[in-house]
């Protein structure tokens, strides 16, 4: 299994990006899919879960502006991003967790928020 992240950019504070991460190969039984975020010179941190059937948790930092979705038929994971701060500047990173416990990572796609 690959996944391909993508969408990230450079965004003034109070702006919107949407972040893609799409999976290819054999997708076998997915039991939660998360957005993690890594600023430099930190830890990463989760950002974001979706679970298999659909329930969705979001850090505090984030809940209200950031939304996570996913397309099953496209085998795609969404994060919405709106009201961007530039304390939310960070790779991103995708996850999927396939049972029985299989961890799979995306490559990461920088989001940058600077006027």
């Known amino acids: 299994v690959q996944l391909q992240a993508s969408g990230g950019g450079l965004v003034q504070p109070g702006g919107s990006l949407t972040l893609s991460c799409a999976a290819s190969?054999?997708?076998?039984?997915?039991?939660?899919m998360n957005w993690f975020r890594q600023a430099s010179g930190k830890q990463r941190e989760l950002v974001a879960t979706?679970?298999?059937?659909?329930?969705?948790h979001y850090a505090g930092s984030v809940k209200g502006r950031f939304t996570i979705s996913r397309d099953s038929a496209k085998n795609t994971l969404y994060l919405q991003m709106n009201d961007l701060k530039p304390e939310d500047t960070a790779v991103y990173y995708c996850q999927f967790l396939m049972a029985p416990d299989y961890i799979y990572w995306g490559q990461g796609t920088q989001v940058t928020v600077s006027s």
């Open positions: 979706i679970t298999g059937v659909g329930a969705t």
């Open positions: 190969g054999t997708i076998g039984t997915i039991s939660f």
